[in-house]
Nanobody, 114 residues
């Protein structure tokens, strides 16, 4: 059974930075592409960024140039460096396999404090 645990969220002013982490337990991390997703209040969950096992990366247009995804296959962890944060980045952030989901974690809240 895979367990995904996100961390690193918090209150941040517009223009600030945060680094999110997602630790995966169980098997499967090293053979799956990973994605960061977010869900803002009253909106559907959306895909933010993905990274394949070979390191191929994709970003949603809304975060391109501001967010950076990376992964550590030894530590079974995927990261999301978020810079130049905007109020519209406020959401709960989740990680999961891409494109085929496993169980969702609890997510980590990112909130604009401006």
């Amino acid at each position: 059974q895979v367990q995904l645990v996100e961390s690193g969220g918090g209150l941040v002013q517009a223009g600030g930075s945060l680094r999110l982490s997602c630790a995966a337990s169980g098997s499967g991390f090293s053979i799956n592409a990973m994605g960061w997703y977010r869900q803002a209040p009253g909106k559907q969950r959306e895909l933010v960024s993905t990274i394949t096992t070979a390191g191929r990366i994709h970003y949603a247009d809304s975060v391109k140039g501001r967010f950076t995804i990376s992964r550590d296959n030894v530590k079974n962890t995927v990261f999301l460096q978020m810079n130049s944060l905007k109020p519209e980045d406020t959401a709960i952030y989740y990680c999961n396999y891409y494109p085929h989901f496993t169980s969702w974690g609890q997510g980590t809240q990112v909130t604009d404090s401006s």
